[in-house]
């Protein structure tokens, strides 16, 4: 069964940087794009980034570019979010998603909390 699983996220402070990983299993990796998703509490769930099957094309919400990188290792089946300059505002529950067919999965999250 298809499997995403975030780690890597935490307390940190102002203008601090994070790396969030996504493990995923159960589909083949390297054959679909990849994305994070960020819910804050109280606020709808939105798009943080992309990334094409191949890693060759990325977008990003205008709230984090810039600031956010998404790539990806198909070697590995994960996909990685580097966040630098981090802001209070991009405290939130951080998600995994892939797109099979008609099927959207999601990982548990992982939260990350900007505070000083």
């Known amino acids: 069964q298809v499997q995403l699983v975030e780690s890597g996220g935490g307390l940190v402070q102002p203008g601090g940087s994070l790396t969030l990983s996504c493990a995923a299993s159960g589909f083949s990796f390297s054959g679909y794009a990849m994305s994070w998703y960020r819910q804050a509490p109280g606020k709808e769930r939105e798009l943080v980034a992309a990334?094409?099957?191949?890693?060759?094309?990325?977008n990003y919400a205008d709230s984090v570019k810039g600031r956010f990188t998404i790539s990806r290792d198909n070697a590995k089946s994960t996909v990685y979010l580097q966040m630098n300059s981090l802001k209070p505002e991009d405290t939130a529950g951080y998600y995994c998603?892939?797109?099979?067919?008609?099927?959207?999965?999601w990982g548990q999250g992982t939260q990350v909390t900007v505070s000083s």
């Open positions: 990334v094409t099957s191949a890693g060759g094309s990325t």
């Open positions: 998603n892939v797109r099979l067919g008609w099927i959207r999965y």
